[in-house]
């Protein structure tokens, strides 16, 4: 266990952290978890200060998860600097311990178990990167099950994976609640990501008509056009502003993502979008 005087305590093993968080729970601390790939950015700091605001302690995990990335995808350039994060999160004052175990605490030799999961799972996400959830919710189940959290926190932006994990802790029993956190949002809209380092400056202006465009297809469907007709004229129109590729535009329904005939109940519309070497998800409510 590595322990400091002036920083943020941080373990790397699933058996240091059970001792900590079970001291907390000894002296009757509710706990919350804030699992993270690093990279820290005001969204996960929006996530913190919920975390902070629910709970006595607070968890921030970083981990960047091998089993959620494609070999095509980009494990191995995604931004990591474990002291930087250290360092912002010793400068915000939201957590009281890192957590940020290595693949081999996490699979270990000879691991070979893994969840499926469907409902909020299947389609969007999952026709573009079938790999992702189960690898998502392997590697948060033992988060869940190493730390023992009263609650755990996810942002909005990854829309589907919320309702994925949450379906995914109801489903186990798990024991804990999932609270989903707003968006944090640049000023011309776009979601924050650590990807967004990726953009070069005419990629970014693009890459801010994402929201603008989400919003219309929302007002379009709200004003009685058809949800297939708002979804085709929304992903038209984000070719038409720049994007390379458009994966999904789709209005579906809020709670569950089945497919919905309009929009009577409360909805949310989704968006997966490539712009160079960057793929943009974002989502708004209806």
Same mark, same amino acid.
């Given at each position: 266990?590595?322990?400091?005087?002036?920083?943020?305590?941080?373990?790397?093993?699933?058996?240091?952290?059970?001792?900590?968080?079970?001291?907390?729970?000894?002296?009757?601390?509710?706990?919350? !978890?804030?699992?993270?790939?690093?990279?820290?950015?005001?969204?996960?700091?929006? !996530?913190?200060?919920?975390?902070?605001?629910?709970?006595?302690?607070?968890?921030?995990?970083?981990? @960047?998860?091998?089993?959620?990335?494609?070999?095509? *995808?980009?494990?191995?350039?995604?931004?990591?600097?474990?002291?930087?994060?250290?360092?912002?999160?010793?400068?915000?004052?939201?957590?009281?311990?890192?957590?940020?175990?290595?693949?081999?605490?996490?699979?270990?030799?000879?691991?070979?178990?893994?969840?499926?999961?469907?409902?909020?799972?299947?389609?969007?996400?999952?026709?573009?990167?079938?790999?992702?959830?189960?690898?998502?919710?392997?590697?948060?189940?033992?988060?869940?099950?190493?730390?023992?959290?009263?609650?755990?926190?996810?942002?909005?932006?990854?829309?589907?994976?919320?309702?994925?994990?949450?379906?995914?802790?109801?489903? !186990?029993?798990?024991?804990?609640?999932?609270?989903?956190?707003?968006?944090? =949002?640049? *000023?011309?809209? !776009?979601?924050?990501?650590?990807?967004?380092?990726?953009?070069?400056?005419?990629?970014?202006?693009?890459?801010?008509?994402?929201?603008?465009?989400?919003?219309?297809?929302?007002?379009?469907?709200?004003?009685?056009?058809?949800?297939?007709?708002?979804?085709?004229?929304?992903?038209?129109?984000?070719?038409?502003?720049?994007?390379? =590729? @458009?994966?999904?535009?789709?209005?579906?329904?809020?709670?569950?993502?089945?497919?919905? =005939?309009? @929009?009577?109940?409360?909805?949310?519309?989704?968006?997966?979008?490539?712009?160079?070497?960057?793929?943009?998800?974002?989502?708004?409510?209806?």
């Amino acid at each position: 266990m590595t322990m400091s005087a002036t920083k943020i305590p941080l373990v790397q093993t699933a058996a240091d952290l059970r001792m900590v968080v079970a001291g907390w729970r000894n002296a009757g601390a509710r706990v919350a !978890l804030v699992p993270t790939m690093g990279a820290l950015h005001e969204g996960h700091l929006a !996530l913190l200060r919920e975390a902070r605001a629910r709970a006595d302690r607070v968890v921030v995990s970083i981990f @960047v998860n091998p089993a959620q990335f494609a070999p095509h *995808e980009d494990f191995a350039r995604y931004p990591r600097d474990l002291e930087k994060d250290r360092n912002t999160l010793e400068r915000q004052g939201f957590a009281d311990l890192i957590y940020a175990p290595d693949a081999q605490e996490m699979y270990p030799q000879g691991f070979a178990t893994k969840l499926v999961v469907d409902g909020p799972a299947t389609g969007l996400e999952s026709d573009f990167r079938p790999h992702f959830f189960s690898g998502v919710a392997t590697a948060v189940a033992k988060l869940f099950l190493q730390a023992g959290p009263d609650f755990a926190m996810f942002g909005e932006k990854d829309y589907q994976q919320l309702l994925v994990v949450r379906r995914m802790a109801k489903d !186990l029993d798990l024991g804990l609640e999932i609270l989903g956190v707003p968006t944090v =949002r640049e *000023e011309d809209g !776009l979601a924050l990501s650590s990807r967004n380092a990726y953009l070069t400056a005419d990629q970014r202006r693009t890459a801010g008509q994402l929201n603008r465009v989400l919003c219309e297809v929302g007002m379009r469907a709200r004003a009685g056009i058809s949800i297939p007709q708002a979804e085709a004229e929304g992903a038209a129109q984000l070719l038409e502003a720049g994007f390379d =590729r @458009v994966d999904y535009v789709a209005i579906r329904d809020a709670a569950t993502l089945v497919q919905l =005939r309009d @929009v009577s109940r409360p909805a949310r519309v989704l968006a997966a979008a490539r712009i160079g070497p960057v793929r943009l998800i974002d989502n708004l409510g209806l």
